[in-house]
Nanobody, 123 residues
Framework: HVQLVESGGGSVQAGGSLTLSCVTS????????MGWFRQAPGKEREGVAS???????TYADVVKGRFIISRDNRKKTLYLQMNKVKPEDTAMYYCAAQWSPISQPLVESEYNIWGQGTQVTVS
């Protein structure tokens, strides 16, 4: 049984930085893709960033140049470094995984394993 557990959310001032973590437990596969999504109140969940097992990263245009996705395979941990945050980055952030290659890494329906989320508030 695979579980994803996010942490690191909180309140931060605009222009500041925050790093989210997502720890994976249970069975994993060598070929996979992991991503960060977010959902603001009243809005649909949107893809923020992804990284596949080859290390290829994809970013949404709204965070490109500000956010960095990375992972530590030894620790089975996925990270999202958020820099120069803006009030519009306020949302619940979710970690997601798919244990096979996917074609659209920022599309919610491509993933079948989700964490519970961690709240980020930018003021």
């Amino acid at each position: 049984h695979v579980q994803l557990v996010e942490s690191g959310g909180g309140s931060v001032q605009a222009g500041g930085s925050l790093t989210l973590s997502c720890v994976t437990s249970g069975y994993t596969r060598s070929r996979h893709c992991m991503g960060w999504f977010r959902q603001a109140p009243g809005k649909e969940r949107e893809g923020v960033a992804s990284i596949d097992s080859d290390g290829t990263t994809t970013y949404a245009d709204v965070v490109k140049g500000r956010f960095i996705i990375s992972r530590d395979n030894r620790k089975k941990t996925l990270y999202l470094q958020m820099n120069k945050v803006k009030p519009e980055d306020t949302a619940m952030y979710y970690c997601a995984a798919q244990w096979s290659p996917i074609s659209q890494p920022l599309v919610e329906s491509e993933y079948n394993i989700w964490g519970q989320g961690t709240q980020v508030t930018v003021s």
